[in-house]
């Protein structure tokens, strides 16, 4: 929770004053096929001329992005994961160096000569420890934020996500591969959302972590999008509506009436203690998701702009039923 707490902080402390047009060295010959590429990416324009190759993510979501795209040999190294790979993804997980188990140093960063850094929330980019876009670019690296988190954004929706995979596909020369991604994800999404036509949305509370306040999902990120077309409602999407994640008062949460909550499950307090928390809390006791016993469960990692996000819809959904009693 403290490093998303600290994500949002440094979204909107983004520094704007990065919205330089930058472009990379030609390729020997001139550019390479599909090149140039011209993207705005949160404010920075960049001009690409061939793929990068000495790349390095940060953050789950930018990681996997990735490798769905078959780009594991243009990953110099990867850092800062909140849970394993997706098993489809492991072995070229394996073959990648993991630079930090958190954020690297700046001159750490440097150590592997990237040439791009991808990562999915601002706190990768924290001008205050050195990883700055713009010092980054002061080196010759060019760099990407998640769109999710670009500050001053629209509330971030699935059509984002086949933004963020098209662009990243474009930037790598691999416009093909996104496509064909993008395309079976819409048909994944197109399936959920005939499956659960005519059904009154379920209000839904998000519990992510929080004691004396509920740390929840908000009305700007993608993990709204993913509750309403999983055929939810999330009751805390006026309240927060921009923000990814906010916090709210228990006394709200029990006013909110939601008939299931939907646990994000990552880090070292699992998700069957999280439920009991809520079970035990005497202050929740009229809430109709704690009396009927009416959870749901994904990893954090399903909730962010990346690859997991049209699967998360479908297995929500199916919760979402489930408890309901369809």
């Known amino acids: 929770m403290l490093w998303r707490r600290a994500a949002l902080a440094a979204a909107l402390l983004f520094p704007l004053a990065a919205c330089t047009t930058r472009a990379q060295p030609e390729a020997a010959g001139g550019s390479a096929p599909g090149f140039p590429y011209t993207v705005t990416n949160c404010g920075v324009t960049t001009t690409y001329t061939a793929p990068p190759k000495r790349a390095v993510t940060m953050n789950q979501h930018a990681t996997e992005v990735m490798l769905e795209l078959g780009l594991a040999k243009s990953l110099a190294a990867t850092a800062y994961m909140d849970d394993e790979v997706l098993p489809r993804y492991a072995a070229d997980y394996r073959s990648v160096p993991v630079l930090a188990a958190e954020y690297p140093s700046y001159e750490k960063l440097l150590s592997v000569n990237p ?36 500050p001053h954004g629209a509330a ?10 098209r662009e990243v596909g474009r930037t790598f020369g691999v416009a ?12 994944t999404n197109a399936r959920t959302r005939t499956a659960r036509e005519g059904a009154e949305p379920v209000p839904v509370f998000v519990y992510d972590s929080g004691d004396k306040t509920a740390f929840t999902v908000g009305g700007k990120g993608i993990g709204n999008d993913i509750v309403t077309r999983a055929g939810g409602r999330n009751v805390f999407a006026d309240d927060l509506s921009t923000t990814s994640f906010g916090d709210a008062s228990w006394e709200n949460v029990v006013a909110r009436a939601p008939e299931t909550i939907l646990i994000l499950d990552y880090g070292g307090t699992s998700a069957e203690a ?15 998701a704690v009396k009927n016993n009416s959870f749901a469960v994904l990893p954090l990692s399903d909730m962010v702009t990346g690859v997991r996000a049209p ?5 929500l959904a199916t919760q979402l039923r489930a408890g309901t009693g369809e």
């Open 115 to 150: 040439d791009f850094v991808y990562g999915g929330y601002a706190s990768a980019f924290a001008a205050s420890e050195g990883r700055g876009r713009e010092a980054l670019a002061k080196s010759g690296i060019t760099s990407r934020l998640n769109v999710e988190n670009c």
């Open 156 to 165: 971030t929706t699935m059509d984002d996500v086949y933004r963020e995979v």
């Open 176 to 187: 093909d591969r996104a496509e064909s991604w993008v395309t079976s994800a819409q048909a």
């Open 274 to 288: 999280k439920k009991k928390r809520l079970r035990d809390d005497p202050a929740l006791a009229s809430v109709p």
């Open 311 to 315: 699967d998360a819809v479908t297995k």
